[in-house]
T-cell receptor, first 115, second 115 residues
Framework: KAGVTQTPRYLIKTRGQQVTLSCSPI?????VSWYQQTPGQGLQFLFE???????NKGNFPGRFSGRQFSNSRSEMNVSTLELGDSALYLC??????????????FGPGTRLTVL | AQSVAQPEDQVNVAEGNPLTVKCTYS??????LFWYVQYPNRGLQFLLK??????LVKGSYGFEAEFNKSQTSFHLKKPSALVSDSALYFC?????????????FGDGTTLTVKP
């Protein structure tokens, strides 16, 4: 079974630009969550989508947004990029949003560098 | 609110010796608890989880973790460490009443196993 895939793996942007990251969950998984990982802040929860609906949102500004499609694939968008947005963005999928089948399987991440 | 503490930034052990990576948690209700491992330039990999029942949980690669409700701890253990176990380890907690994506991760513990 294929794992979680994220594209692109690496991205370099300049301040003020916007970026879209993509995540394809494991087949059959309907929950997709996004995290930002930085050396100083660790793993910070961005948002979770389940059945095309945002179920939870972390404490990030409105520049960070996401969506989920009917095939469970998800995208996140960051507008007006800032230097501090440089991070590894991780996508994780799980079979369910609640219940016991809730361990998350992570993709390799997208390394975003903002210059 | 839920939180996780990994009190040690770094754990060093010799190959063949037992290892322990500590984790304590705080949730308002009953917890789901997880351990993940991250190798350089990779996403997180699920190791094991505690849902309910037996306090000793066995996971991948010979790892196990002991749930202790009174001490609100979920320490990761392995009887005999391997050099290949060297990686960054994350503990995560989720209140059973919340959704999968709303897991809170610790700051991570870097495990170094020396030959």
């Amino acid at each position: 079974k294929a794992g979680v895939t994220q594209t692109p793996r690496y991205l370099i942007k300049t301040r003020g630009q916007q970026v879209t990251l993509s995540c394809s969950p494991i087949s059959g998984h309907r929950s997709v969550s996004w995290y930002q990982q930085t050396p100083g802040q660790g793993l910070q929860f961005l948002f979770e989508y389940f059945s095309e609906t945002q179920r939870n949102k972390g404490n990030f500004p409105g520049r960070f947004s996401g969506r989920q499609f009917s095939n469970s694939r998800s995208e996140m968008n960051v507008s007006t990029l800032e230097l501090g947005d440089s991070a590894l963005y991780l996508c994780a999928s799980s079979r369910s949003s609640g219940g016991t089948n809730n361990e998350q399987f992570f993709g390799p991440g997208t390394r975003l560098t903002v210059l | 609110a839920q939180s996780v503490a990994q009190p040690e930034d770094q754990v060093n052990v010799a190959e063949g010796n037992p290892l322990t990576v500590k984790c304590t948690y705080s949730v308002s209700g009953n917890p789901y608890l997880f351990w993940y491992v991250q190798y350089p330039n990779r996403g997180l990999q699920f190791l094991l989880k505690y849902i309910t029942g037996d306090n000793l949980v066995k996971g991948s690669y010979g790892f196990e973790a002991e749930f202790n409700k009174s001490q609100t701890s979920f320490h990761l253990k392995k009887p005999s460490a391997l050099v290949s176990d060297s990686a960054l380890y994350f503990c995560a907690v989720r209140d059973r009443s919340t959704n999968a994506g709303k897991s809170t991760f610790g700051d991570g513990t870097t495990l170094t196993v020396k030959p």
